[in-house]
């Protein structure tokens, strides 16, 4: 499906799909928005390249999954967006690669299912903003899908405190399970910010002449995203770390815990060692032992038995091992 949307050099604005694309190039000094959603065929690839958009740019968008980028030509700027087609407050992503290209008069989006950044920017934007300027438009775009990962990511932080609060309850396996779950899917989302970081980076720092250069217009809005995009980054690093540090806790506690019960079933067992040394002694079956015959043998020893585990106990207590 292509839609397009079309802005006059009187300021008017046009709905429509491929039949403006023809009345933009008669029409010098408009502005021309062209989204394609669904699968890039040849007819796509000719539209594209006839906007002069890279062959080895147009093999990129066409590919179900690769890092974000942004690379800058002579007569546009290429943006590839690993944007959201669903992600939950389990952290579940479903990603959806977004494609854009901003030349001096045009933009141009491409992306395989319906994306709700699009259809924002088309329904929120003020009609006289719109197309004013494609590159402030593409930066626009990008900050609302960044803002998207933002408002979930942040109601994480909630989600992994009470995680931390059923740690110490009795159904602590199954948050344990949940803050491994939580901790690999924040992985992969890192791996995504920290690419969308470096490109926003690219973009302030070295700029692109479609997207803007130095303290141009659009500097602060880029600025903007870039922090936005830093933000993301180093918000799902601490969650990351919070997880693993809530997993080491856990073990460790567990470990403590299964070290005290080993401790005292050590010291019950070091107890009866010398009491069933004794014992087995005694036991043995030879005719001839001389304490057999004692009067007060029996409670002899079973007052030496005594003697024995009151003094471990003793012992234990003056080492602090009870």
């Known amino acids: 499906m292509i839609r397009a949307l079309l802005l006059s050099v009187g300021g008017q604005h046009t709905h429509g799909a491929e039949e403006l694309i023809q009345q933009w190039r008669e029409t010098p000094g408009s502005s021309l928005w062209i989204d394609i959603e669904g699968e890039v065929t040849p007819e796509i690839r000719q539209l594209l390249q006839s906007f002069d958009c890279n062959d080895l740019a147009i093999t990129d968008c066409s590919r179900t999954r690769h890092p974000p980028k942004i690379e800058s030509f002579a007569t ?39 994306s709700v950044s699009i259809d924002h920017m088309i329904q929120a934007a003020p009609g006289e903003m719109l197309l004013q300027s494609p590159d402030i438009l593409a930066l626009q775009l990008l900050h609302y899908a960044a803002g998207r990962y933002l408002e979930t990511l942040m109601a994480t932080e909630e989600k992994i405190g009470d995680l931390e609060d059923a740690l110490l309850e009795s159904n ?66 601490l969650y990351y770390e919070l997880c693993g540090d809530l997993i080491d806790g856990y073990i460790s506690l567990s470990s403590h815990q299964l070290n005290n019960t080993m401790k005292i079933l050590t010291i019950i067992t ?53």
């Open 76 to 114: 546009n700027c290429f943006l590839l967006f690993r944007g959201i087609t669903r992600l939950d407050d389990a952290l579940n992503l479903v990603p959806q690669q977004l494609a854009i290209w901003v030349g001096q008069d045009y933009l141009i989006t491409v992306h395989r299912g319906p």
């Open 172 to 237: 602590s396996d199954e948050a344990l399970k949940e803050l491994v779950a939580y901790r690999s899917r924040l992985r992969k989302l890192r791996r995504i910010f920290d690419y969308h970081a470096r490109m926003t980076e690219t973009i302030v720092n070295d700029g692109c002449q479609h997207l803007g250069t130095g303290a141009g217009d659009s500097y602060h809005l880029r600025r903007d995203l870039y922090d936005r995009c830093e933000r993301l980054l180093s918000l799902c690093t």
């Open 270 to 322: 070091a107890i009866f060692v010398p009491i069933t040394f004794i014992a087995g002694l005694y036991g043995m079956n030879f005719a001839n032992m001389p304490e057999l015959g004692a009067a007060y043998g029996y409670f002899t020893v079973l007052g030496v038995m005594a003697i024995i585990a009151t003094a471990m106990v003793i012992l234990f207590r003056k080492i602090r091992w009870l």
